[in-house]
């Protein structure tokens, strides 16, 4: 992870976040670079998702500098980040184009012209025929890649994916990682991932930070930029990613 | 890429089975009998319990008539009958209409200055407890024996279900979609119009439908505190007349107009809340 300042899209300087009593984040330090992709991995409750929204700023922190591209103030860094949450949360009441589309409709553009604009990725993506499809007519996997759409089409450098296919059955989730991966390489964006299984960060990143158990404190970066080749099959059970794996679960400690 | 070709078609294979496919119409018959059926029978059978009884004890027609002298009083009051309708559906429609608009708009500015909200809220419950009925006499006092009197009293009646529903169903938003639109460059505006209101439009219109059972007893209480006109006017003018059936064939005026416009409620319903999933219809 090396480069100058310059180069890093988000760069955490000693953050910290307390909710109360509870110790959420005791002074994260991670550096992402410039088009890159950090794989975030770490024990459900760590303050993983404190973190992204951090960032994202969603959140204030209380102690600790917080930088996205040049911009510092929660406001600043709302307008540079794009966050995709566990749950697709795709608005019900929508057609799947017009949830994708929805960023653009916010920033004022006419319904027609996001919708234009939105439907090439649709047919690039696997997509095509479900533009006027409601959500709940939908599959899980197929509602994720709505939802991941929607946030590439906000348009912003920097992408926060948060646990994206968390939900979604083993089956279904090592489609969506193929499919992840093709349209990161697709459209390339500075994406910070979230994940609570190390293989998924290893494959779908190139550096693997691992967060302890709260309060988070960052204990670990495994470099995974191995730029293996093959089908997913093929990288996961090789030699060079199992070891990466063992070097990621020994600094989890588990 | 064969698996993810596999679940694509698998997912349009689904969305064929869910898109709502028209049924045959033999299945269309059968499922309105279902849902209209047995209401239909029950009322069918009370009408012909009530005729046999009122028959079989030679009750006299100004005490009570059966179902069938009813029906051919509605026929030849239908003279009466048809312009007092006219008037109390107008009053009916239009106080519904301005209830709709104002509890609405006021749900909507409620939910966006939650001082006035706190503020509001408390006095909107405390109103309930006004009979508002009992004003009725005092705005024909104030207003004459024209509309506007029968138009308010409406309008408070069914005021109350809408707002109310409103404010619960703007508040009930799942708040990760407020954040997830705010992370999408979302102004409140965008948040109001593309989440918070179409989420709660299904509440939205169960006040509403609610209202619609509400509203012609507003109408018929403003008409009994001072008209010339209206089915409330023409059971109050056949009372001392013992013209029973006709009292009764205003009622059966009155009901329609009710049912018609929960009937419309629920249809503007579906058409604008096609996204939540209906069992069988007007339940």
Redesign the interface.
């Known amino acids: 992870m090396a480069g100058t300042a310059d180069a890093l899209a988000i760069e955490l300087r000693e953050v910290a976040k307390t909710f109360g009593e509870v110790v959420a984040l005791a002074g994260i330090d991670l550096s992402v670079p410039n088009q890159s992709r950090v794989g975030l991995v770490g024990p459900s409750g760590g303050g993983k998702t404190t973190l992204l929204h951090i960032i ?1 700023g ?1 959140l204030e922190a209380d102690t600790g500098l917080v930088r996205v591209g040049d911009a510092t103030s929660a406001r600043q860094r ?2 540079r ?3 995709m ?1 566990q ?1 697709d ?1 795709l ?4 057609t799947a184009l017009d949830n994708a589309a ?2 653009l ?3 004022g553009m006419p319904r027609a012209e996001a919708r234009n604009r939105t439907r090439p990725l649709f047919e690039r993506f ?1 997509l095509a ?2 533009e006027n ?2 959500p ?4 899980g ?2 509602r994720q890649r709505v939802s991941f759409l ?1 946030t590439l089409m ?1 348009g912003k450098d920097v992408l926060l994916l948060d646990e994206p296919f968390g939900a979604l059955d083993s089956i ?1 989730r ?2 969506m990682q ?2 992840l991966l093709q349209a990161m390489d697709a459209v390339p964006r500075t994406v910070l991932l979230v994940t609570h299984d190390v293989e998924e960060a290893l494959l779908l990143s190139r550096h693997v930070v691992v967060l302890s158990e709260r309060p988070g404190r960052v204990v670990g970066i495994v470099d995974a930029d191995h730029g293996f080749e093959g089908s997913r099959r093929e990288i996961v059970t090789s030699p060079e990613f199992v070891t990466l794996k063992e070097q990621a679960l020994e600094a989890l400690g588990s | 890429m064969s698996d993810a070709a596999r679940e694509a078609t698998d997912d349009r294979a689904r969305v064929r089975r869910l898109r709502p496919a028209i049924p045959a119409r033999a299945t269309r018959v059968a499922s309105y009998f279902g849902s209209y059926g047995p209401p239909a029978l029950l009322t069918l059978g009370g009408m012909g319990l009530w005729e046999l009884i009122v028959r079989l004890a030679h009750v006299p027609e100004y005490l009570l008539p059966t179902p069938s002298e009813i029906a051919v009083d509605m026929k030849t009051d239908w003279p009466v009958l048809e312009p007092a309708l006219l008037v109390t559906l107008r009053e009916i429609l239009l106080g519904f209409v301005i209830s709709a608009a104002a509890g609405v708009g006021l749900a909507v500015l409620l939910h966006l200055f939650p001082v006035a909200r706190r503020a509001v809220y408390p006095l909107l419950i405390g109103s309930q407890t006004i009979p508002i009925i009992v004003l009725a006499p005092i705005l024909v006092i104030l207003l004459g024996y024209g509309i506007m009197p029968k138009l308010i009293i409406v309008a408070l009646i069914c005021f109350f279900p809408i707002v109310v529903n409103g404010i619960d169903g703007l508040r009930s938003v799942d708040g990760e979609l407020i954040t997830m639109m705010r992370t999408l460059d979302a102004s409140r505006w965008a948040i109001l119009r593309r989440v918070e209101f179409p989420a709660a439009l299904p509440s939205i219109f169960s006040g509403m439908r609610i209202a619609a059972t509400f509203a012609s007893i507003g109408a018929v209480f403003g008409e009994w505190s001072g008209s010339n006109q209206g089915l409330g006017y023409v059971m109050l003018a056949a009372t001392p007349n013992l013209l029973t059936a006709r009292i009764f064939a205003a009622i059966v005026c009155l009901t329609a107009i009710a049912l018609t416009l929960f009937g419309a409620v629920s249809l503007l319903e579906r058409i604008f809340v096609p996204w939540v999933p209906r069992g069988t219809p007007m339940t």
Do not use: D, I
């Open positions: 994202a969603l709302l307008a980040c794009a966050l949450p749950r949360l608005l019900p009441w929508r929805v960023a409709q916010n920033r696997g025929s479900f499809a409601r709940a007519q939908l599959s996997g197929m929607r906000a279904t090592a489609q193929e499919w």
